[in-house]
Nanobody, 114 residues
């Protein structure tokens, strides 16, 4: 059974940095997508950053230039967040696509104080 575990969330002041990690356990075939999404209270879940097996990346407009996604290995992906703003406050979720199956983590809270 594939499971995703996020870590690294917490409370940080505006302008600070955090690094999120997502570790995939279980048997996978070929993960071709790693992504980070976030959902603020009352809001919709939105894409933050994604990286494909080719290495291609894309970012949400609000985080471009501040966040960086990286794939440490086939089963671990990180999100370096810098210059954090109060509007970055949300629950951050990791998602992978393994062949044609999608898996989500349980989420990790990121709170940015002003």
């Amino acid at each position: 059974q594939v499971q995703l575990v996020e870590s690294g969330g917490g409370l940080v002041q505006a302008g600070g940095s955090l690094r999120l990690s997502c570790a995939v356990s279980g048997t996978t075939f070929s993960i071709n997508f790693h992504g980070w999404f976030r959902q603020a209270p009352g809001g919709q879940r939105e894409l933050v950053a994604a990286i494909r097996s080719s290495g291609a990346t894309n970012y949400g407009d609000s985080v471009k230039g501040r966040f960086t996604i990286s794939r440490d290995n086939a089963k671990t992906v990180s999100l370096q967040m810098s210059s954090l703003k109060p509007e970055d406050t949300a629950v951050y979720y990791c998602k992978v696509i393994d062949y044609f199956r999608e898996y989500w983590g349980q989420g990790t809270q990121v709170t940015v104080s002003s």
